[in-house]
């Protein structure tokens, strides 16, 4: 057989299909290979206030609450109700009069009605709206707590961003050194001034290096997309950090962060509401045996208006009047309620003083951190010094054959140590920072220690 190799010509139309293709391919490459959005701790906070899912969530809380107010409101409003009725009546006794019939009841009966009723005296109505409007103000400050917490999640997931990326520029300079170390001691192997075992030695130094790099790239993937889970950003959005690890003195005593904690930890404020709630439902309950005093008022339009021997006619009538209701017995139902409502108020009591030993442990658990990484950042950028120095030594000691290959190597590891370890003393003061200001209550504010005692 004979293959035929003349070459097929192709429709416009066809050509016109590859250029489409093109074109689509080319355009979702360039809407993947956008710039990743670039943000700085205050950007990150606000977009967390405003897109996190808990933070939302309180929102909606609060609406919900709200939403109570209204309803327990509702009771204390004048009721109007309107009906309307048509009936049919069949077999109506007649009386008969001569020669006419007639009976006393139309056949078809229309009757519309308006009702109106409206609490003049109903203490437990009254207290009831009292203790929704105290709940309201509990579900704020439950916002207010929420936020704290975003904030402070917020600037360590921002801080362990800003920390990865400074170890990747650490390890990667490294990396670079000691590549640039390795050309050295083989270029000074082959002018016969370095040995096989500087060289061997050069080579695992730069191989053990790698994976640090390697698992410092994969570092930045996961504070990425942890520092995006709580902006509440699509997966699909691409974030950078723009900002540096510098640390900044904190002046406080423990005296000052506990007094400071007592007045602005918005749980306190929260555990005061919820308790008062729970006082104005008890007293709802014990309210349940006293009297309501209620208006009400009717007013009919129907056709039930007969005469003898005439159609029946549309007319009206009204009635006011007033209702004294008042519960003599119900089973102790009521003692029931109240007890409940009592207990519900000593188990918060209790709960308030138990959260005050909580937070009076987080504080002082914070400020120790916080103590500590201060000491540790001084200690580390004094140890910086001393790594820059020996480095320098050892590379003008190495180029003049006084200090070996494995010394300028080690002083090289020792260099990138002492960086790492300054980063992450930095990185952990900033951390305990934000914690110690979630701890005393001030994660959203400029820090302002309120008087010991």
């Known amino acids: 057989m004979f293959r035929d190799k003349r070459q097929k010509k192709h429709s416009p139309f066809f050509k016109a299909s590859i250029l489409s293709h093109f074109l689509i391919i080319t355009c979702l490459s360039v809407c993947q290979a956008e710039e990743p959005l670039s943000l700085d701790l205050e950007q990150c906070l606000k977009i967390a206030l405003e897109n996190n899912q808990q933070i939302l969530t309180a929102r909606e809380n609060i609406k919900n609450a709200r939403a109570i107010i209204d309803e327990n409101s509702a009771s204390a409003y004048p009721e109007l109700k309107a009906s309307a009725d048509y009936t049919r009546l069949g077999n109506i006794d007649e009386v008969n009069f001569g020669e006419q019939n007639f009976s006393f009841v139309p056949e078809d009966n229309y009757k519309l009605d308006l009702n109106l009723s409206q609490k003049l005296y109903s203490p437990k109505v009254f207290e009831a709206i009292k203790a929704s409007k105290t709940y309201a103000k ?54 016969g001034f370095a040995t096989d075992f500087d060289v061997l030695r050069a080579e695992v130094q730069l191989a053990n290096a790698i994976p640090d790099l390697a698992k410092v790239k994969y570092g930045i993937e996961v504070a990425k997309a942890s520092l995006s889970l709580i902006l509440g950003l699509k997966h699909s959005t691409q974030i950078n950090v723009v900002g540096e690890l510098i640390p900044s003195h904190l002046e406080i005593t423990m005296e000052e962060a506990l007094a400071t904690a007592l007045k602005k930890r918005p ?55 007033v209702t004294l209701d008042y519960k003599i017995f119900d089973g102790w139902e009521r003692r029931s309620k109240v007890t409940q409502a009592l207990i519900g108020v000593t188990n918060a009591k209790l709960d308030r003083a138990q959260l005050l030993n909580s937070i009076s442990l987080e504080v002082k658990t914070a400020y120790s951190a916080l103590t500590e990484s201060q000491e540790l950042i001084l200690s580390q950028a004094k140890n910086i010094e001393r790594a820059e120095r020996a480095y320098d030594i050892a590379r003008v000691g190495n180029s003049n054959g006084i200090i070996t290959e494995l010394q300028l190597l080690d002083a090289q590891l020792a260099l990138t140590s002492a960086r790492v370890n300054y980063s992450q003393a930095v990185h952990g003061f900033l951390i305990a920072r934000a914690r110690i200001e979630k701890a005393m209550g001030i994660a959203e504010a400029d820090f302002s220690p309120e008087p010991a005692g």
């Open 138 to 191: 509990s579900v704020d400050m439950e916002l207010e707590i929420v936020r704290q917490s975003i904030v402070s999640l917020v600037k360590e997931s921002f801080y362990k961003f800003l920390l990865s990326k400074e170890l990747l520029n650490i390890h990667k300079e490294s990396v670079a050194q000691l590549k640039r170390q390795l050309d050295d001691v083989k270029k000074r192997f082959e002018a």
């Open 267 to 321: 749980e306190f404020v929260h555990m005061d509401y919820t308790i008062e709630t729970l006082e104005r439902y008890a007293k709802v309950a014990k309210k349940e045996f006293s009297p309501t005093l209620r208006m009400h008022g009717n007013l009919s339009y129907a056709n039930d208006d007969v005469e003898i021997g005439q159609e029946a006619e549309w007319d009206y009538s009204w009635s006011v009047g």
